[in-house]
């Protein structure tokens, strides 16, 4: 049980460090509103209170060869993992 925990938990890290690898950058597709600066936002004209802005998630260049690394060294682990009973 624990072998296949730690093979499914390598494979996702190293799967998500393979599509930091292809992807620059991810833009969430929710939006949330930003406040003004100032007294908890209420010292600005109503227009600008709140303004509509998309979440982007940009990794840095060396968190897919982390994450790549990291996951095939845990899949590896798993691989080395005596196995019950024996």
């Known amino acids: ?3 296949a925990a ?3 938990l390598g494979a996702f890290v190293a799967l998500t460090g393979y599509s930091f690898l292809v992807v620059d950058k991810f833009v969430m597709s929710g939006e ?4 003004a600066k100032g007294f ?3 010292l600005t004209s109503p227009e600008t209170i709140h303004e509509r802005t998309k979440d982007v998630f940009d990794p840095p260049e060396w968190s897919a060869f ?3 690394s990291v996951g095939c060294v845990t899949m590896l682990y798993a691989a080395a993992l005596p196995k019950h009973g024996h």
């Not at 949330?32 to 406040?35: A, I, K, L, W």
């Open 1 to 3: 049980m624990m072998r």
């Open 6 to 8: 730690f093979f499914g």
């Open 40 to 42: 908890r936002g209420m």
């Open 32 to 35: 949330h509103e930003e406040r």
């Open 66 to 68: 982390v994450l790549m």
